[in-house]
């Protein structure tokens, strides 16, 4: 397993952008494929995206396609993911998770590592 914090969260109107942040401790990571789930109040853990170990792999939940994009920093071992054109639907508590595979699960339980998450409001 890996120790993952997120950052990066907050308030930010429709329209807007926000970076939320991934770093994980622990020299393998490299080598774990890292994925995003959001989790809006009484609903279920939803996928957002994930990326491969190497990085060249990338994909995401139709709702957020082509406004998320997910990327990592290997030297730095954080992933990154990049919301544009956030939506008030948008509004959650956002989740990175790891997985010691090439490719990230679109469930919350494919993964053995995940952070504790940070607040995401996108005001209408």
């Known amino acids: 397993q890996v120790q993952l914090v997120e950052s990066g969260g907050g308030l930010v109107q429709a329209g807007g952008s926000l970076r939320l942040s991934c770093a994980a401790s622990?020299?393998?990571?490299?080598?774990?494929?890292v994925g995003w789930f959001r989790q809006g109040p009484g609903k279920e853990h939803q996928f957002v995206g994930a990326?491969?170990?190497?990085?060249?792999?990338?994909y995401y939940a139709d709702s957020v396609k082509g406004r998320f994009t997910i990327s990592r920093d290997k030297d730095k071992n954080t992933v990154y993911l990049q919301m544009n054109s956030l939506k008030s639907e948008d509004t959650a508590v956002y989740y990175c998770?790891?997985?010691?595979?090439?490719?990230?699960?679109?469930?919350?339980?494919?993964?053995?590592?995940w952070g504790q998450g940070t607040q995401v409001t996108v005001s209408s």
């Open positions: 998770a790891a997985t010691p595979k090439a490719f990230g699960d679109t469930d919350w339980y494919g993964y053995n590592s």
């Open positions: 622990g020299r393998t990571f490299n080598n774990y494929a």
């Open positions: 990326i491969s170990w190497s990085g060249g792999s990338r």
